[in-house]
């Protein structure tokens, strides 16, 4: 008996091993930031999660000035090149999910991140990306990012504009809560309504969160609505308008505009989507 009894221990001991929990395994957050943006998300990020976080860092950095760094990429374009970067530090094998975050340069990720996604294999891996921009390229970045790495499990992403940052706290704990990375409630926002020919007030909110935002011109067509925490968010559809004296920023067509009405609060748009 003593010994059945051993063997049944035994049994239950080996069992109760293989059901061991694992430790939760850390994410990594690895982004770029030229002007410290999307740094302040990715540590926001990393912050809330417990994620270990890297920079990506060119060798030869991009200075802080705007057109010297879009000659800088003219010129790599025109070569076929991207900026050679210092080696990742982290094993990534040690990672399954990577949060990966960048400005959005002319539409898509910058180019150290096209650099760090040319020469890493990142099959079979959660990347969840994020990023800031002037107006947007959230959706489009994804789309880049997702054919460059085909066999990764691209997850919903977040997107800031770079003059929305004070909202990247509330924002980015609602996102890290909705997509499990964190634990706690989150609201689930409904969907919008069916778009609808704007009304003279409609087209008046859309005016004013874009106003003062040069690389917008464009007239609200159409627009849906839904409730949010504290006011009302808006999707417009919107047509390109022709810029009188700048025939080098021809109409591009339409676009789709989100603006946000916070109760009291002036209108802002947080996301263009071309
Ligand atoms: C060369 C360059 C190209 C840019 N292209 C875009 C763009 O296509 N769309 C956009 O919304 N913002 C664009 N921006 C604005 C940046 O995405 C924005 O300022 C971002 O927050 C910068 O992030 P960082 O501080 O982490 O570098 C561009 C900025 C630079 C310097």
């Not at 094998?93 to 990142?122: E, H, N, Q, R």
């Amino acid at each position: 008996m003593k010994t059945m009894l051993a063997i049944v221990a035994a049994m239950l001991a080996a069992v109760s091993c293989g059901q061991k929990k694992e430790e939760p395994q850390k994410a990594l957050v690895l982004y770029y930031s030229q002007t410290s943006n999307t740094k302040a998300v990715a540590q926001e990020i990393a912050k809330l999660t417990g994620a270990d976080i890297e920079e990506i860092v060119p060798v030869k950095p991009y200075d802080g000035d705007f057109q010297a760094t879009i000659n800088r990429c003219n010129e790599d374009r025109q070569q076929g090149v991207t900026p050679e970067i210092k080696p990742i530090a982290a094993n990534l094998d040690k990672y399954s999910t990577i949060f990966i975050g960048y400005p959005v340069w002319f539409g898509t990720y910058a180019p150290p991140v096209a650099s760090f996604l040319d020469k890493t294999d990142l099959s079979g891996k959660k990347i969840v990306p994020f990023c800031t921009f002037g107006s947007g390229g959230l959706d489009s970045s994804i789309k880049d990012l997702a054919k460059k790495q085909p066999k990764a499990e691209i997850l919903p992403g977040y997107g800031v504009r770079a003059a929305r940052l004070a909202a990247v706290p509330k924002e980015v704990d609602q996102f890290l809560k909705a997509g499990g990375f964190i634990e706690g409630e989150y609201v689930k926002l409904e969907p919008f309504t069916e778009q609808h020919p704007v009304s003279e007030e409609e087209a008046a909110i859309f005016n004013t969160a874009v106003g003062d935002y040069p690389m917008i011109h464009a007239q609200a067509k159409t627009v849906a609505s839904r409730t949010i925490p504290d006011g009302t968010e808006y999707l417009f559809t919107a047509a390109d308008l022709p810029r009188e004296g700048a025939p080098q920023m021809p109409p591009a067509g339409e676009m789709k505009v989100y603006v946000t009405v916070i109760n009291g609060e002036a209108p802002v748009f947080t996301q263009v989507v071309r």
